[in-house]
């Protein structure tokens, strides 16, 4: 099973949401490491010191560090729902993009070593439910 390591910001519900469906996920504060102002490079250098993809919200930053090298474990970066913040909505949003994510890795059978994930929303009008695709880099 993968094992991740998620960025200082990235959403709890997420988070537990993962771990419900098996995954092994350390976050930022677990590891000691919240608060401290620890560049993306490190953050990035730590969880692949612990052979853990790096999960994330924060898109440019990663985006740009795993255009500089791919020695990493991997990356998968999360659509934020900012714009909702701590509405049902926003919830609902994560929870949706916590079973894409677990159907893509189902599906997908190459290590995520030195791949960039980045789960992006397709906006359809009328739909109840979120829709999301897979960019990868």
Do not use: C
Request: proline share 1%; glycine share 6%; charged share 25%.
């Amino acid at each position: 099973m993968i094992k991740f390591y998620s960025n200082e910001h990235f959403p709890l519900e997420w988070v537990n949401e993962l771990r419900k469906l098996g995954y092994d996920v350390l976050t930022s504060q677990e590891a000691g490491q919240a608060n401290q102002s620890i560049s993306d490079p490190d953050v990035l250098q730590f969880a692949h010191k612990n052979d853990r993809v790096v999960i994330t919200l924060n898109r440019q930053d990663f985006i740009d560090l795993h255009k500089q090298g791919k020695n990493h474990s991997g990356i998968i970066i999360g659509k934020d729902f900012y714009q909702q913040e701590g509405s049902l909505k926003q919830k609902e949003g994560y929870l949706e993009q916590t079973a894409f994510l677990h159907n893509f890795l189902l599906n997908d059978k190459q290590s995520l070593k030195g791949r960039l994930i980045r789960i992006k929303k397709k906006n359809q009008k009328g739909l109840d439910s979120q829709l999301f695709a897979i960019q990868e880099y």
